[in-house]
């Protein structure tokens, strides 16, 4: 069982360097995809992933950094040559805007099922809406649970679990510090948080915004977790490694001290989170990495 990064940045606004939220879990021939942020189709072939070989698609939340991808990975698996089934899995109103990026393809797909006689992407797409209240749900030999999550306005948002014979890696998706997600991670091998520096966070240059600053800054305080919390989360879910992702700002954080205010509350392994990353779940790591 493995954990691939496959972008790390938070927020809309693009990078040259770094894309958007994005992770894999592989398990034997399960290829689970959580998040398709700006870059994820490209980033699955640099972590050597056929995209035909994705089995599944998890989306956290339908903040356009989280799921702005989703279209164009189920083509490019489609292009790759998948004529199997694909699930996708996440909250309301997933279903509808799932279909919707199909269907602006319609029609280069439509063309290609006569011209190339390829299977109809159409019907190949499983789309699975979660509220974050279920039970376990069995995908192959892995168990998914999900949970609610706190990053207002967004609601549902969700965390996810992927427990297997090898170990378990959970997602936090975009939340504040959230009991709910202690709870889901409890005991996990890997919880892959998001994270900000509150201290960082600077408007944009003038003259390239469209925003209201003081209201964009009060949504990042309030909807996401910083660096000096995140620690305890981790310590509270009594996790085997903490892994630090969808970092805010992405263009500092690299830089700054993310490392003492978290080992304040946690002890354990940490690792600051970057692209095409991999890493092997269920060995706990016996020293902190950057």
Request: charge should be negative; include cysteine; glycine fraction near 10%.
């Amino acid at each position: 069982m493995e954990l691939i990064l496959l972008g790390t940045k938070g927020g809309p606004r693009l990078s040259a360097t770094h894309c958007g939220p994005g992770q894999v879990v592989i398990d034997g021939d399960r290829v689970v995809l959580i998040d398709a942020g700006q870059g994820v189709p490209q980033q699955l072939l640099r972590a050597d992933i056929d995209p035909a070989d994705v089995t599944d698609v998890l989306i956290t939340h339908h903040h356009s950094d989280h799921n702005v991808s989703l279209g164009s990975v189920l083509m490019a698996a489609w292009a790759h040559g998948r004529s199997a089934p694909i699930t996708v899995w996440g909250p309301p109103p997933l279903s509808r805007l799932a279909h919707h990026a199909i269907d602006a393809n319609s029609y280069d797909i439509d063309i290609r099922i006569i011209d190339e006689g390829r299977h109809d992407l159409r019907s190949m797409i499983e789309v699975v809406e979660l509220e974050g209240t279920e039970r376990e749900v069995v995908i192959g030999h892995l168990r998914l649970s999900a949970a609610l999550v706190d990053h207002p306005p967004v609601y549902p948002a969700l965390g996810y679990r992927l427990d297997g014979p090898a170990g378990s890696v959970v997602v936090s998706g975009d939340t504040a510090a959230s009991d709910s997600l202690v709870a889901l991670a409890e005991g996990c091998d890997i919880l892959v948080h998001e994270v900000i520096n509150t201290a960082l966070i600077a408007p944009h240059h003038a003259g390239s915004v469209n925003t209201d600053w003081k209201k964009l800054r009060a949504h990042l305080v309030k909807s996401h977790t910083d660096v000096t919390e995140v620690g305890s989360v981790a310590a509270r879910a009594r996790v085997g490694t903490l892994v630090l992702s969808h970092k805010v700002p992405g263009a500092t954080f690299d830089g700054s001290d993310w490392e003492t205010p978290i080992r304040a509350h946690y002890s354990g392994t940490v690792i600051l989170g970057q692209d095409l990353m991999r890493i092997p779940v269920g060995a706990r790591m016996p020293a902190a990495q950057s």
